[in-house]
């Protein structure tokens, strides 16, 4: 999620002059350029960004970064300090004091840390200026998943940070690099690539990347940190949106588009500048013309729920007919009051009251009830009826996500194809990350499974509570009985038909088939069962 803003400003932004109605997507190769976009030609460009000419340059800055142990010193420092002191800062190798906590030191000091360039070398590509003998950071450099991602220090706060503000990793960031799917691409599409993460992280599962970005400003510190980084299958494109890759498929699409449904328009990373949730939408509603069937599209985002309306109302129309499966994941949910405070951020009584009095304004206008944040996947997949999903995050989620979401595309479509009839025919094994907490007491002849908990403890960590009946079958399902034996066991423990037992039953093991703790023995590549 992209940090509050400080201090809404007038509005500047382009869609004043852009009517709702104008706004509002059509199905034309316009619905690619989503109207009211910043002209490019119109950003002012603020300082210059990060350039280097040379490679001995590239290899200078990764060299002393490595002397500096970078990527570790980062990870301890903020594990043994969350919220660093003043103190704590000044212990860190000097690298990490000006790239990371953004520290101004003696040129002194900064010298031997940033061998074997001169300081001259890195104020020559802008990453520092020398300013009355000292050495000032000019951007951060943030370590992730064993990257370097070098962006502006200040992007989020529209008094300090240019519009065309690069933006660091931001909570929006990490969520799409933990759910996308990360399986083997022959092209991948990054829109709106900032400094470049998603789609240095798709470098290695992709054979090529293209990333695209309005801002030139954005390219030039996503191209530095490919070199950086040693990634070399990414192509950088300046654009809008779909616009430089028209009639080009792609196996992935992955966008962290500016999402915050605000009334003010200040900073081009972070603002939509599209009135409500309609930027997004033209995104989603696109991108099926972009994919290779079978080609999956990510997007992470804010979408509105307008008064009267479901919470997953705006995705679900917006896929409808686009011949894409999709899965809706919803994380936060706020209501509009606390949608504004949380973006106008800590302003002084009086400002405070103007912009809230601002905002409230609009997302009325709007019918916004509530703004929902979480995951758009759509799985283009022509040529049969597609079907929508919609389910909240679990509370806790792991790393592999996208391996879950995946999976639960496999899942659902295996759901699709399979009547109750035929499922009782079915096999299926617990998910080895599954693991069960059960609720033993004892009886007359030792002891009785009263109930048990479920959690799966891997991606996407869902949990359930379920009886002592339908936990003895989750218990001895696998290739030995199938999913018809385990309704005949838990109509015997409770003396009841296995006919009238069946619909509720079969409404269980669908729910645990679609939340990844049980997985169709039918879908399995290898002959290897777990649950056997
Ligand atoms: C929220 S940032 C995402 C940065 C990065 N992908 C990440 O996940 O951290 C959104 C990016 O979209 C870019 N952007 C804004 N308007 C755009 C447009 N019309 N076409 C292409 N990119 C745009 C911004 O410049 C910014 O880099």
New binding site residues.
Partial sequence: M?KKATSPKKATSPKKATSRAAARPRRTSQTTR?RG??PREKLPRSAPPVRFESQKHIEGVRAALKRADYIRGVAASTKAHPRPLAAEVQDTHPLIRMFFYGLAISEDDARPALEPLALEDWAGGNLIALKGGRAVPLVRIEPYSGLLVATDIEWSSPQKAAPDA??G??G??LW?ANLTIRRQSRLTL??????G??AMLASSHSERVIA????AR?LDFARFNAQLNGISNIEFIE???FEPVEGVKFDLIVS????VISPDFQI???DN?MDGDDLIQSLVRAMPGYLNDGGYGQIFGDWAQLTGELWAGHPAKWVAQTGCDAWVLRGKVKDAADYAKYYIGDLDAAEFKKANRKWLAYLERHRIERVIDGMITMRRSSGRSNWFRADEFPRRLRSGVGTAIERGFGHRDFLERTDDKSLLDEHVRPSPHLRVEARLEPNAAGWDLKRAQLILTEGMSYSARIDGALARAVLNCGRKRCVRDLLNDVASTRGQSAKDLAPGFLASVRQLIANGMLWPVSLDESDQAVGD
């Fill in positions: 992209p989503p976009s910043v690069v933006m990793l931001t929006s960031s799409l990054d829109l709106g690539t900032g400094g993460i998603q695209v970005d309005a801002n954005a654009g809008e949106w962290n588009p500016p999402f081009l990373c972070r500048p």
